[in-house]
């Protein structure tokens, strides 16, 4: 079930994304608002080299670019026309200020947004080496994301929200671990779907076992998961991928609506109460990899924050996984994540491209 056949598009189209926005100020109020997508987390600054395939060590020079997966999600639902919000913590630093004005720019709300006046921004120091390896290296000794005190939380934002939505590294240290928790359960009693993206990044954690807790500590409590091949074989210790069977044994829970494993180029996968299946990939060719599982991210949430009942119809939800591939594809045929997040209509109009080359 890979071919993108016309009448897809044409219901894609119908897909309401909330209804193109036009482009509300990011901190106005939202009490209208019935599709808001709250992130929470991180949000820094990457330097990525100015040539590819070299590690961090034979890099001649690196290009800043805002980074931090939550951020990009929250920035991926904006440019498809959703209406997100970001909660998390920056330094009071030249990069924070850069960051938050990156995020009203792009019409994310950021009233959540605080300021540490005693730590700095993140930064990671991120390439893809020739072998296709990706290495890391953070500076966060701690960085203000950390910092983020329950205290500081904008609770109206999680009472509004229709989908509060979050990753794992939050989890790593206090008091961010604590507010991370507190800003999930009053989410959950408001009512709010909460989508968890564990974005598994090992050179964070103290030890793989302690990573490997801590992001299970939460995966009961999650309505919708995403998760990549490498992450089901870290989690399972070891096991195949691939195989349903651990996937529905070892990572599917009671409560889950869906739970999405993303391949790259060859699509993904999908698991609900009801069905289960596959949505293949879209071939392009690729330039920088970073930020295409967050675009892929935004485009699904985006679409469930318009319609929840594609948790109960497979052809809705195949539709929507197609146009979150859609997101991811064009979002590596250009360098950054922030800035190669595509619009509605330049996914719509790669779509119809897909479609008549076939």
Not at 175 to 203: E, F, Q, V
Request: with cysteine; hydrophobic share 40%.
């Amino acid at each position: 079930m890979a071919t993108t056949p016309n009448s897809v598009l044409d219901d894609l189209k119908k897909l309401d994304l909330a209804k193109d926005s036009k482009n509300p100020s990011s901190d106005a109020g939202l009490e209208n608002n019935k599709s808001l997508v709250v992130c929470f987390g991180e949000m820094l600054i990457d330097f990525v080299p100015t040539v590819a395939g070299v590690s961090l060590a034979e890099a001649p020079a690196f290009q800043k670019a805002p980074g931090g997966a939550p951020a990009n999600v929250a920035v991926g639902i904006t440019r498809l026309g959703g209406s997100a919000a970001f909660i998390g913590k920056v330094g009071d630093d030249e990069f924070g200020k850069m960051l938050a004005n990156i995020l009203k720019e792009n019409n994310v709300d950021t009233s959540g947004v605080r300021f540490d006046h005693n730590a700095r921004t993140a930064l990671a120091f991120v390439t893809l080496r020739a072998d296709g390896e990706r290495e890391f290296l953070f500076f966060r000794n701690p960085s203000a994301d950390m910092l983020l005190h329950e205290s500081e939380l904008e609770i109206s934002l999680l009472q509004q929200a229709k989908i509060f939505h979050y990753g794992s590294i939050s989890l790593i240290d206090e008091p961010c671990r604590s507010t991370h928790l507190a800003a999930m359960s009053i989410a959950k009693k408001s009512g709010c779907i909460l989508s968890y993206d564990p974005n598994l990044r090992l050179a964070l954690w103290p030890s793989a076992e302690f990573a490997r807790e801590e992001i299970m500590s939460i995966w009961d409590q999650a309505d919708i998961i995403k998760i990549s091949e490498d992450e089901i074989t870290f989690l399972t210790g070891g096991d195949d991928p691939y195989d349903d069977n651990v996937v529905l044994t070892k990572l599917f829970h009671p409560n889950l609506k869906l739970l999405i494993v993303t391949e790259g180029s060859e699509g993904c996968r999908y698991y609900t109460q009801n069905f289960r299946g596959r949505v293949a990939g879209i071939k392009v060719k690729a330039v920088d990899t970073t930020g295409a599982g967050d675009a892929f991210v935004g485009g699904i949430l985006c679409n469930i924050a318009s319609d929840l009942s594609l948790f109960q119809d497979e052809k809705g939800l195949r539709e929507a996984l197609l146009f979150a591939n859609a997101c991811g594809a064009i979002t590596v045929t250009e360098r950054g994540a922030i800035p190669a997040m595509p619009t509605k209509e330049a996914v719509l109009r790669f779509l119809a491209q897909v479609t008549d080359q076939k």
